[in-house]
């Protein structure tokens, strides 16, 4: 099992930037790939982005050119810039990685864009 635990959520104005951190218990050099998913009220959880081991990366339409996911090996973190927000970015942020076939997730971080 893999602890995850997600900071770095808050309430910021439309237009404004947060950065999400995700710690991971152990090395994350071990996970092939880790990712950025959010969940708004009476949605779906989606994928925001994710970055492979070898550090390509994707992202979903709505946050390509604004958000960006990188990840330190040797801190053991996971981030997600975010910038130029919009009220439709507000969502629990959570941190996912796949690890011997069971997905595992940390308790989300809650971000609220005001307009």
């Known amino acids: 099992q893999v602890q995850l635990v997600e900071s770095g959520g808050g309430l910021v104005q439309a237009g404004g930037s947060l950065r999400l951190s995700c710690a991971a218990s152990?090395?994350?050099?071990?996970?092939?790939?880790m990712g950025w998913y959010r969940q708004a009220p009476g949605k779906e959880r989606e994928l925001v982005a994710r970055?492979?081991?070898?550090?390509?990366?994707n992202y979903l339409d709505s946050v390509k050119g604004r958000f960006t996911i990188s990840r330190d090996n040797a801190k053991n973190l996971m981030y997600l810039q975010m910038n130029s927000l919009k009220p439709e970015d507000t969502a629990v942020y959570y941190c996912?990685?796949?690890?011997?076939?069971?997905?595992?997730w940390g308790q989300g971080t809650q971000v609220t864009v005001s307009s």
């Open positions: 970055i492979t081991s070898g550090g390509s990366t």
């Open positions: 152990g090395s994350i050099g071990r996970f092939a790939v």
């Open positions: 996912n990685v796949r690890y011997f076939g069971a997905d595992n």
